[in-house]
C-alpha cells in the first residue's frame, strides 16, 4: 500500500492550495479516503473523508465552505481544494485509507488503516 500526499506550501492568508493524495497497491476505487492534519502543540483532526460507498464528502465544520474533497478514480488520486486559507489552517497535511463504508466511522482515524506521509501548509504572511 502506498500513499503520496503532495502540494503543500506556503501561501498568505485568503489564498488557494490544492494537496493530492495518489495511492497505489490496494482498491483505490473501493476505499474511503480521509484528509486529517495536526497543527503544533495540537491533536491531529480530521479534516474531510470521502465515501467509497457513494462518494459522499464530509467535512469539519472549521472547513466547511472553503474546502472541497474530490476524486479522480482513474488517477488514483483524491484532492483537497483548500480555499481562503487561514493561519489556522497551518499544519501537516495527512491522508489516510479505509474499507470501511459507515460515514460515522470514518470521522474517527481508528477507521483508517494505513496513512501516508504529510505535507505541510504554512498559512502566513
Known amino acids: 500500500v502506498q500513499l503520496q500526499a503532495s502540494g503543500g506550501g506556503l501561501v498568505q492568508p485568503g489564498g488557494s492550495l490544492r494537496l493530492s493524495c495518489a495511492g497505489a497497491g490496494f482498491s483505490f476505487r473501493g476505499s474511503a479516503i480521509g484528509w486529517f492534519r495536526q497543527a503544533p502543540g495540537k491533536e491531529r483532526e480530521g479534516v474531510s473523508f470521502?465515501?467509497?460507498?457513494?462518494?459522499?464528502?464530509h467535512y469539519a465544520d472549521s472547513v466547511k465552505g472553503r474546502f472541497t474533497i474530490s476524486r479522480d478514480n482513474a488517477k488514483n488520486t483524491v484532492y483537497l481544494q483548500m480555499n481562503s486559507l487561514k493561519p489556522e489552517d497551518t499544519a501537516v497535511y495527512y491522508c489516510a485509507t479505509s474499507r470501511s463504508v459507515i460515514t460515522s466511522t470514518l470521522f474517527s482515524e481508528r477507521a483508517y488503516y494505513y496513512w501516508g506521509q504529510g505535507t505541510q501548509v504554512t498559512v502566513s504572511s
Open positions: 470521502i465515501n467509497s460507498r457513494d462518494g459522499s464528502t
